[in-house]
């Protein structure tokens, strides 16, 4: 049985820094193909990407919003995946899942993935 689970999601103020951490078990990120990634829900509004990896090429990828402050990594040896989020924004405020898939696609934004964590809350107070 796969199973993400996050943590370090937390109350910060603007133009701080957070590092999120998702631990998998029943999963590892480097033996077959397989994409992994970070979404966020706002209230009110869809889940969307932050950050993702296809094994594919290996490049971690981002949404527009949060290029350059935000930085997706994995510690393979401890089957853990990270987001390091500098510079906060009030807009960052989201409810943060981490998602883990099996399988092959240039496109890991757009992938169905089959496995979520249960959510860190992100609070960026202006």
């Known amino acids: 049985e796969v199973q993400l689970v996050e943590s370090g999601g937390a109350l910060v103020q603007a133009g701080g820094s957070l590092r999120l951490s998702c631990v998998a078990s029943?999963?590892?990120?480097?033996?077959?193909?397989?994409?992994i990634g970070w979404f966020r829900q706002a209230p009110g509004r869809e889940r969307v990407g932050v950050s993702c990896i296809s094994s594919s090429d290996g490049i971690a990828y981002y949404a527009d919003s949060v290029k350059g402050r935000f930085t997706m990594s994995t510690d393979n040896a401890e089957k853990t995946m990270y987001l390091q989020m500098n510079s906060l924004k009030s807009e960052d405020t989201a409810d943060y899942y981490c998602a883990a898939a099996v399988g092959w696609d240039r496109n890991c934004f757009k992938y169905a993935y089959d496995y979520w964590g249960q959510g860190t809350q992100v609070t960026v107070s202006s």
């Open positions: 029943g999963f590892t990120f480097d033996d077959y193909d397989y994409l």
